[in-house]
């Protein structure tokens, strides 16, 4: 299955049947409730005007205004962001924050364009989008290639700090957003670790991505004694079977641009990466990276998704046959958007949390998410992905209000 939106549609459908639930709440989650595509005009600094395409998808609001991050990149189209849509309202009902899911894009390649550029394209999709998106209706975040930065200007053309999260915190923004996706990952993994058969001699980790969640989890990783042995941006890899030192490759990265040619590791390409043995895989950058043809060479112990669908309906199965447990995206990277909730929840009271306040408060939301995750997997007997499924589904369904 190439196309993520139907990806997300089968996942839905698939759950939905080992559970019993009703078809009719399947077709109404399988439609979007709003979409809205624009165009947004630039004045390039070189004087031409490039128009450039955009989108807003509104999945659902049963459960709360509809949330979801704004992705820049040049394969944007509008089935991946229905896809991410979608995968955001089964997010916040695992995550059980009061939130439904949406999602936003602008089809370009960020690293084209100069930070004035850039800031009138965002500004651009703002005002696009103006009556669409409203801090009581539709809250935007970061995604891919978009950072705190960009959320500046989108609540600065807005005019409201509640109408976005993941702001810088001079600008209304939650202590603990930067590191959220990564932090509740690894809560999420803590509390699977032992549930996972991942001994202590398994303890190596390999992570796709050098990100905001894949940079940041690997930090965590070597906090906790766990040995990272490969890591990759969207140039390549590098790979140390005795362990990485993350600081240095940071450091490394800054002056060099990528993490490739990093002293005392080999280089290594983002496929053969996947397919290192290991006790934790995390793909942290992209879609669809493991798929019916790589999966079988899959030989991690267990899976971390800290991306949006790295894995495509085919690939779980084949995994799930040789036994290789996935922790689901709508779990795993869950902590993003519920530091996010708790933003958009300081901004409309008011109040600035301290950082321990958010991090216990986080703490708890991963781990009752993971615990009831994982009771669903054992009552169905089926796999982690499916288990998050229908616990979205049965918490949705109490909000279904048609
Ligand atoms: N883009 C992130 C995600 O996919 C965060 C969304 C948010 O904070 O609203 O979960």
């Known amino acids: 299955m190439t196309n993520p939106f139907e990806s997300a549609k089968y996942q839905l459908r698939r759950a939905a049947d080992i559970a019993g639930l009703p078809d009719e709440l399947v077709n109404l989650l399988s439609a979007p409730m709003r979409e809205v595509t624009v165009h947004i005009p630039v004045r390039l600094d070189n004087g031409e005007l490039h128009i450039y395409e955009g989108y807003r998808v509104q999945h659902n609001n049963w459960r709360g205004p509809y949330k979801g991050g704004i992705r820049y990149h040049q394969n944007v189209n509008i089935d991946e962001v229905r896809a991410l849509a979608t995968w955001m309202t089964m997010k916040t009902a695992v995550a059980g924050i009061p939130m439904g899911g949406g999602k936003g894009g602008i089809t370009f390649n960020p690293k084209e364009l100069s930070v004035r550029e850039l800031e009138v394209l965002t500004r651009g999709w703002v005002k696009a989008m103006s009556g669409v998106i409203g801090p ?9 290639n978009t950072t705190p930065r960009e ?6 053309e807005f005019g409201s700090p509640a109408l976005v999260t993941g702001k810088p915190i001079e600008n209304g923004g ?4 930067g590191t959220a996706t990564a932090t509740g990952g690894f809560y999420v993994f803590e509390t699977l670790r032992d549930k996972l058969f991942l001994e202590p001699e398994m303890g190596t980790v390999v992570i796709q991505g050098f990100g905001n969640a894949g940079g940041i989890f690997a930090e965590i990783c070597v906090r906790h004694e766990l040995k990272v042995i490969a890591i990759s941006d969207s140039s390549g890899g590098v790979y140390n079977p005795v362990g990485l030192d993350i600081e240095a490759l940071k450091a490394h990265k800054s002056t060099t641009g990528s993490v490739q040619n990093f002293p ?3 280089n290594i390409t983002n496929e053969a990466l996947l397919e290192l043995e290991c006790g934790l895989l995390v793909p942290a950058a992209l879609e669809a ?7 079988p060479r899959i030989k991690a112990k267990a899976i971390l998704e800290l991306a949006n ?3 495509t309906p085919e690939a779980d199965d084949i995994l799930f046959e040789k036994g290789i447990e996935v922790v689901p995206d709508i779990l795993a990277n869950s902590g993003g958007v519920t530091v996010s909730y708790f933003e958009w929840d300081q901004n409309m009271k008011g109040e600035h949390w301290t950082e321990n306040e958010v991090d216990d408060k986080l703490k708890v939301a991963m781990v009752d998410a993971a615990m009831a995750v994982w009771e669903r997997k054992e009552k169905y007997t089926t796999d982690m992905r499916r288990a998050a499924f229908i616990l979205a589904l049965e918490r949705l369904a109490e909000a279904n209000q048609v």
């Open 136 to 144: 009581e209706i539709d809250v935007p975040a970061p995604d891919v």
């Open 151 to 156: 959320m500046a200007w989108i609540a600065d």
């Open 174 to 177: 939650s202590e603990g957003r």
């Open 264 to 266: 005392g590791a080999e």
């Open 289 to 295: 990276v493991i798929t019916v043809e790589n999966a």
């Open 309 to 311: 669908g790295p894995l």
